[in-house]
């Protein structure tokens, strides 16, 4: 079995296959698989080759430099560095290390005066100066790429093709990682990251030639190997959740087993942070999940949710918000 691969140049406003054929595609593969390669987006190439390379240039640094940006110093905003074995994954650290960014805000942003977590500003290393811009470009580029994907999500579940962008994804969280894997023993039982499913809607994935990366199927554990200009995209829980199950999404791991640096690039597209997420228009038949996970137990703001999956990440960030939260004595 192999994931599918879905041409959207259509619906970035380019020729290709017929819109309403692109949304079937769509909707076999996340009904299918929860997984598919996206073609035709019409990225650069360019703009991934300057963030492979500023990446690469930063995870090269001594230990020392990169913790001059370790996410300590992001505070609630949730941003910059950390080494191999601080993220966990079901309670186990994983075999990477990686950076973390999101939208870059200014310290006048209500949102940041508010203290809302994972809102702020980015913490860019002083040792690799392109890659603030790379980083902001692909951010950029990305979310047009993403929002683009969701309209053939919506023309799939007989939406509005604007039915995200003027709800859900008006004001998106955007959480964006670059993560490193040093190589893998080959007898190891080390994971870079164990089995594990997405929190939102919809990831967007880049990845180097070094591959890693499985998806579990019905028939088994597949893998997902990089193709020349393409995302792997797959739907989060978040999707689950709305659909009612009927979009399913897929557990995935990642172990190096290359003998080389591994880098991928991780794009998360998820809810307005503080809006409220109620269930997608004639979708309510629940289906029992993997993880025997309830998606639809849950209740209020889509950042309530994101807070308490990511504080199982980095149980720090529970602790940080809880800190700010708590009345000053």
């Given at each position: ?199 939102g809607l919809l990831t967007l994935l880049a990845q180097d030639a070094n591959g890693g990366l499985q ?111 708590s009345p000053r004595t």
């Amino acid at each position: 079995m192999k994931l599918p691969v879905v041409d959207v140049s259509a619906l970035v406003g380019r020729s290709g296959p017929p819109v309403r054929q692109v949304a079937g595609d769509i909707e076999r593969a996340c009904r299918d698989s929860g997984f598919f390669y996206v073609v035709g987006h019409g990225v650069p190439d360019e703009l991934l080759d300057r963030l492979d390379s500023a990446g690469r240039r930063f995870f090269r640094l001594p230990p020392a430099e990169k913790m001059e940006i370790a996410m300590r110093h992001g505070g609630a905003a949730w941003r910059g560095y950390f080494p191999v074995g601080a993220e966990l994954t079901s309670g186990r650290p994983d075999r990477k290390e990686g950076l973390y960014f999101g939208v870059e805000l200014g310290p006048d942003d209500p949102r940041v005066r508010a203290g809302l977590p994972l809102h702020g500003r980015n913490l860019f290393p002083r040792q690799v100066p392109e890659l603030r811009e790379a980083v902001l470009d692909y951010l950029e580029a990305l979310t047009a790429t993403a929002q683009a994907v969701l309209r053939g999500v919506a023309i799939s579940l007989d939406l509005d093709a604007g039915y995200f962008a003027g709800g859900y994804t008006a004001d998106p969280t955007v959480l964006f990682r670059i993560f490193h894997y040093p190589p893998s023993p080959p007898d190891s039982d080390d994971w870079g990251v164990g089995e594990h499913t997405d929190y939102g809607l919809l990831t967007l994935l880049a990845q180097d030639a070094n591959g890693g990366l499985q998806v579990r199927s019905p028939a088994g554990w597949i893998d997902a190997p990089p193709v020349p200009g393409a995302f792997v995209c797959n739907i989060g829980d978040m999707l689950d959740r709305l659909t009612g199950g009927w979009y399913r999404s897929t557990p995935h791991r990642v172990r190096n087993l290359s003998g080389r640096e591994r880098l991928s690039f991780p794009f998360f597209f998820d809810p307005d942070f503080t809006a409220e997420i109620p269930p997608l228009p004639r979708r309510t038949a629940s289906v029992s999940r993997w993880d025997g996970q309830d998606l639809e137990a849950f209740t209020g703001t889509y950042g309530d949710y994101l807070i308490g999956k990511v504080s199982h990440v980095f149980p720090q960030l529970r602790q940080e918000t809880l800190k700010r939260r708590s009345p000053r004595t």
